[in-house]
């Protein structure tokens, strides 16, 4: 079974930045698509970024270009987000998400039923 545990969620202020990391219990070699999905009070789940562990291809929400970095370290089987210039609107639970195969084109790598495996969160909050 594969465990996910996220970290590094907290809470600052608007412009600051947050690193959020993800443990895997898997081997990033074989080659998964992991991703961040976060999701805010009373909202639907949505995908924030993927990454592909063996090509490196990167993904992500238009909401968050140019301000979030999904990367990974397989040597740890960690995945990263960094999130720079944080938004009061990016304040959510944030949840890493894996499966096997490409991110994309089909199935998209921001379909949550496409993920078999997650992990419990990691809350950010972000203040005006």
């Known amino acids: 079974q594969v465990q996910l545990v996220e970290s590094g969620g907290g809470a600052v202020q608007a412009g600051g930045s947050l690193r959020l990391s993800c443990a895997a219990s898997i081997n990033f070699a074989i080659g998964y698509c992991m991703s961040w999905f976060r999701q805010g009070s009373g909202e639907e789940r949505k995908g924030v970024a993927a990454?592909?562990?063996?090509?490196?291809?990167?993904y992500n929400a238009d909401s968050v270009k140019g301000r979030f970095t999904i990367s990974r370290d397989n040597a740890k089987n960690t995945l990263y987000l960094q999130m720079n210039s944080l938004k009061p609107e990016d304040t959510a639970m944030y949840y890493c998400?894996?499966?096997?195969?490409?991110?994309?084109?089909?199935?998209?790598?921001?379909?949550?039923?496409?993920?078999?495996?997650w992990g419990q969160g990691t809350q950010v909050t972000v203040h005006s």
């Open positions: 998400a894996s499966r096997r195969g490409p991110c994309g084109p089909r199935p998209t790598w921001y379909d949550e039923s496409e993920y078999p495996s």
């Open positions: 990454i592909h562990t063996g090509g490196g291809d990167t």
